[in-house]
């Protein structure tokens, strides 16, 4: 088993700042990719930001400059940081990793998702 955790979400401001973090745990063999997505009311799931196990990382063009995502591979753990907010950031958002467990089997999982409400 493999379970995908995430902290961190809240109600910020426009122009602060916030830290999620996401910690995948169990019977892991491999961690891939790891990255954040994001869902608003009424749209699609869309991805934030992605970063693959050798460290390259890619970006959705909304959050370029604003968001930095981080890795720590001993500890299975991705953190996004979230500066310069705008209520447009107003989402659910999700952790997502490609894992292959310790019984050879390579699945994509999904957290629960962290509220981010960007508000005065």
């Known amino acids: 088993q493999v379970q995908v955790v995430e902290s961190g979400g809240g109600l910020v401001q426009p122009g602060g700042s916030l830290r999620l973090s996401c910690a995948v745990s169990?019977?892991?063999?491999?961690?891939?990719?790891m990255g954040w997505y994001r869902q608003a009311p009424g749209k699609q799931r869309e991805l934030v930001a992605v970063?693959?196990?050798?460290?390259?990382?890619s970006y959705a063009d909304s959050v370029k400059g604003r968001f930095t995502i981080s890795r720590d591979n001993a500890k299975n753990t991705v953190n996004l940081q979230m500066n310069s907010l705008k209520p447009e950031d107003t989402a659910v958002y999700y952790c997502?990793?490609?894992?292959?467990?310790?019984?050879?089997?390579?699945?994509?999982?999904w957290g629960q998702g962290t509220q981010v409400t960007v508000s005065s």
């Open positions: 997502n990793a490609k894992v292959t467990s310790t019984l050879g089997t390579t699945t994509t999982y």
């Open positions: 169990g019977s892991i063999f491999s961690v891939y990719h």
């Open positions: 970063v693959i196990g050798g460290g390259g990382t």
